[in-house]
Every structure is written in structure tokens, then in C-alpha cells.
């Protein structure tokens, strides 16, 4: 039953997996592949009982926070949404005061170099763009 | 009436237990249990299912095995251990403390009304 390896695969591919998750994706592929056997028996053809168990089965955060409804899980990504704006302001103003502090001793020590400092200003930029593209994606999940 | 899920989540575990207790059974056996027990106003979610056996089996609760249904296939069948038995009690016991709390609690507020 390719199918059902196939949507297990999917499920855990979107984590990080740990050992536990490792040991998991085998049992889980079983124990769904038993249910379409089971289903198969009642009298449903394989097709549908394949479908039945996918559709069934709820989301990887049921498996990963059963205790925890949906409201509690929300909530948690929420939090998770406040760090990351709080992570881009930080590291947004951290770049503004390294980037004043280069451009002020280039154009104050070095002037004769000319405007060198943009070029580390360029690398330092991608920290606070990392981190929005981060957000905007966190942001993205929620919708 | 079905039955909110967030209410139940916090004794599936026992729910578990229980009828682990009762016979060995295999993970889509505890499912439809479940279903059929509750007149079908609850249907516990597979993830959430496969999740708390894999925790109870991780706590050393119940043990799994590969058994044979009746007709030849093959299942992974959950067994109470020594310890899940005694866990399953003590639970018990929790529960109905809380139910003889709940009880109390509800009908108190209804008499108000």
C-alpha cells in the first residue's frame, strides 16, 4: 500500500525529526495499513478504504499534541508568531546601529577608500530579511 | 448530542487502558470500540489514537506483540503490562473522585438556577 507509506512519509517529512519520530513512521504506516485491511473486510474495496483511513487519520498536530485542542495549538503558534517579531525588531536594529557604526568610521577614518562599508551593510542585512522571511512564512501556516 | 473532544481528551488515555484491560486488541480495535461504546457521538481521531498508544507503550503501560485475527491477518496487538494494571487503578480512583466532585459541583449550580 504505497498510498498510505506515501501520506505517513509526507506527514513527517514537514518536521524535524527526532528518534522517537524515526521508530514512529514504521508503526504508524502499519497500524494504518491494518485499518484499510480491516475496512477491506467489512466489504470496501481497497481504493476507498485507503481513502477512508487517509481522510480519518486528523493532522500531525493531533499526533504530536493530543492532549492539546486546536485552540491551545493556535494559541501556541501565535506566541511563536510574537517571537519572531520580536527576534526581526531586535535584529532590525541591531543592523541599523552596526551599519551606522561602519559607515561612521569609514566615512570618518577612510574616506579616501570610498564607500566600502556598504558591502559588509549588504551581508549584515540578510539577518533581519532571514528573519521576515520567517515570519511572513510562520504567518502563511496560520492562514 | 455529539460529544466535544476537548472535554474527553484528557481521559483517553484511561479510556485506552481500559479496554486494553479487557482483552489484547490492536489499534483500528480501539477505535471502533470507542465509536461503538459512545452510541457513536464519539469517534477518537487516529493520529491522537496512535499517538497516546505509542506514549503508553513508551511509559511501559502496555507492551505490543504481532498476533493473527480470526481471519489469518496479521495485527499488532497491545497488551496491559503489570504496571499499566496498576496505573489503569489508580486512575479509576481519580476519576471517581472527579465525577463525585462534578456531580456535586453541577448540581449545586443547577439548584441556584
Not at chain 1, 522517537?20 to 475496512?39: H, R, Y
Not at chain 2, 493520529?47 to 511501559?60: D, G, I, N, S
Amino acid at each position: 500500500m504505497k498510498e498510505i507509506e506515501q501520506f505517513v512519509n509526507r506527514l513527517f517529512s514537514s518536521k524535524t525529526q527526532s528518534k522517537e519520530d524515526k521508530e514512529t513512521v514504521p508503526i504508524l504506516i502499519e497500524m494504518l495499513e491494518e485499518k484499510v485491511e480491516d475496512l477491506k473486510e467489512e466489504g470496501m474495496n481497497e481504493s476507498d478504504a485507503i481513502d477512508k483511513t487517509i481522510a480519518e487519520f486528523g493532522e500531525i498536530d493531533d499526533y504530536y499534541h493530543p492532549h492539546m485542542d486546536k485552540e491551545k495549538r493556535r494559541h501556541k503558534r501565535q506566541k511563536t508568531i510574537e517571537h519572531y517579531k520580536n527576534d526581526l525588531l531586535f535584529s532590525a536594529l541591531s543592523t541599523a546601529i552596526i551599519i551606522a557604526i561602519i559607515g561612521f568610521v569609514n566615512l570618518y577614518y577612510f574616506p579616501q577608500y570610498g564607500p566600502w562599508f556598504i558591502v559588509p551593510a549588504l551581508g549584515i542585512l540578510f539577518w533581519p530579511l532571514s528573519l521576515l522571511y520567517k515570519l511572513l512564512n510562520k504567518k502563511g501556516e496560520n492562514k | 448530542m455529539q460529544i466535544s473532544s476537548d472535554i474527553i481528551r484528557g481521559h483517553l488515555e484511561v479510556v485506552i487502558l481500559k479496554l486494553i484491560t479487557e482483552q489484547d486488541r490492536y489499534g483500528y480495535e480501539i477505535a471502533t470500540e470507542i465509536y461503538n461504546r459512545t452510541d457513536e457521538k464519539f469517534s477518537i481521531k487516529e493520529a491522537t489514537l496512535y499517538a497516546m498508544v505509542q506514549r503508553l507503550e513508551r511509559k511501559e503501560l502496555i507492551t505490543s506483540y504481532i498476533g493473527t485475527k480470526s481471519k489469518g491477518s496479521k495485527r499488532r496487538y497491545y497488551k496491559i503490562t503489570t504496571l499499566g494494571r496498576a496505573y489503569y487503578k489508580e486512575k479509576r480512583r481519580e476519576w471517581a473522585t472527579l465525577k463525585t466532585l462534578m456531580s456535586r459541583l453541577l448540581e449545586e449550580t443547577d439548584e441556584r438556577n
